[in-house]
Each structure stands twice: as C-alpha cells, then as structure tokens.
T-cell receptor
Framework: QKEVEQNSGPLSVPEGAIASLNCTYSDRGSQSFFWYRQYSGKSPELIMSIYSNGDKEDGRFTAQLNKASQYVSLLIRDSQPSDSATYLC??????????FGAGTRLFVKA | EAGVAQSPRYKIIEKRQSVAFWCNPI?????LYWYQQILGQGPKLLIQFQNNGVVDDSQLPKDRFSAERLKGVDSTLKIQPAKLEDSAVYLCASSLVSGDSDTFGSGTRLTVV
C-alpha cells in the first residue's frame, strides 16, 4: 500500500516565523511531488511542485526534496495569519495514482 | 481561464438512495480526476480519466460507484445505493496532462442520513 505520511499537527507558529512542514512517502517510483494548501471548507490549491532533488523557491515558499530519504518538506518564511490552513503533500508516479497525505494543520498566531 | 465547474454544491440524501455529481473540467485538460475527501483526511483518488478512457479506477467501489466521461469533456459520478460512510466531499480535478498538478473544482458536499 503506497502511502504519504504527514504530521497532522496542529503546528502553531508566531507571525513572521518560519513554518516547516514535512512529508514522507513510501513509493520509490514517485516522480512528481506537490504541496497544496486547503482552507477550511475550500478545495485544495497548488502551492508548489517539485520534481528533482534539492530546493525550489517561490516567493516565501521553499520546497525541498530528498528522494534517497523519501522526504519532502515545505518551508514558509515570514508566516502570516493568512497562511493558516491545512497543507497537503501529494506524490504521483508517472502521471498515475496521485496519492495525498492527510495534511498538516498550520496556525499562524498574530 | 474558467476553472473546474462542479454541481451541485451540496446534497443530502437518505441511505440507499442514488445521487449523481457533474463536473466540467478546464477547457483543453485531457486528464480528469474524481476524489473523495472525508473530513480530516486527504483526498482519495476514486477514478482518473485520460480523455474518455479510464486510467485508474482501483479505489472506486464498483459495486455502488460508477463514473463516465463522455466525449472526453464532462464527467458524471454516480452512487447507487448510497451508504452512510459515503458522506464526504467529492472533488473533481483536471490537469493538462497526467502527472501535472491538479486544479480542483469547488466540490460537492454529500451527506447521507
């Protein structure tokens, strides 16, 4: 059974701090990795995608991928109260079988 | 560009009744997905279409769930008969190609009583 594991949280950080979200996956064939943000009562929306080992930065967000350790992370710099949401990690193998983790709830305190 | 359209937004039915959901993906997106998201869990892929062909339906409870994508555009997901444990949000998503990130519709919240 292919799985994506995330700490359910909640992760609470003060405004302006760095939030670090982590994800591990079991399928070594995974090729695509995604972070989605989901506000309460809303649908997931894509934050970052990453396909190769290393870091990928987009504004305040940095995704990190380590395929050897089967580990993906998302860093949110200068966290804002509007970042409070559930963050979903997802993996995909060759365009098939997208698997989502259960998500980590993040609270950013003003 | 217009997003992924879904209807209805909410549905309440009694157990053993049937229900259908509709999805219109982003124009030009060949891949369409139906997900089930139970409260507190991540989305679970039910079925993936590439144009009008099924790519993966390994987690679709085929004794009660069915889905079709006619002409490779719109799609419907049906549940018959519904069970209490089917209460969830049903999300439709599409992507330009398989393996690309998904764009989600607003979802249909189903409550089975």
């Amino acid at each position: 059974q292919k799985e994506v594991e995330q700490n359910s949280g909640p992760l609470s950080v003060p405004e302006g701090a760095i939030a670090s979200l982590n994800c591990t996956y079991s399928d070594r064939g995974s090729q695509s990795f995604f972070w989605y943000r989901q506000y309460s009562g809303k649908s997931p929306e894509l934050i970052m995608s990453i396909y190769s080992n290393g870091d990928k930065e987009d504004g305040r967000f940095t995704a990190q991928l380590n395929k050897a350790s089967q580990y993906v992370s998302l860093l949110i710099r200068d966290s804002q109260p509007s970042d409070s949401a559930t963050y979903l990690c997802a993996t995909s193998e060759g365009g098939f079988k997208t698997i989502f983790g259960a998500g980590t709830r993040l609270f950013v305190k003003a | 560009e217009a997003g992924v359209a879904q209807s209805p937004r909410y549905k309440i039915i009694e157990k053993r009744q049937s229900v259908a959901f509709w999805c219109n993906p982003i124009s030009g997106h060949a891949t369409l997905y139906w997900y089930q998201q139970i409260l507190g869990q991540g989305p679970k892929l039910l079925i993936q279409f590439q144009n009008n062909g099924v790519v993966d339906d390994s987690q679709l409870p085929k004794d009660r769930f069915s889905a079709e994508r006619l002409k490779g555009v719109d799609s419907t997901l049906k549940i018959q008969p519904a069970k209490l444990e089917d209460s969830a949000v049903y999300l439709c998503a599409s992507s330009l190609v398989s393996g690309d990130s998904d764009t989600f519709g607003s979802g249909t919240r189903l409550t089975v009583v």
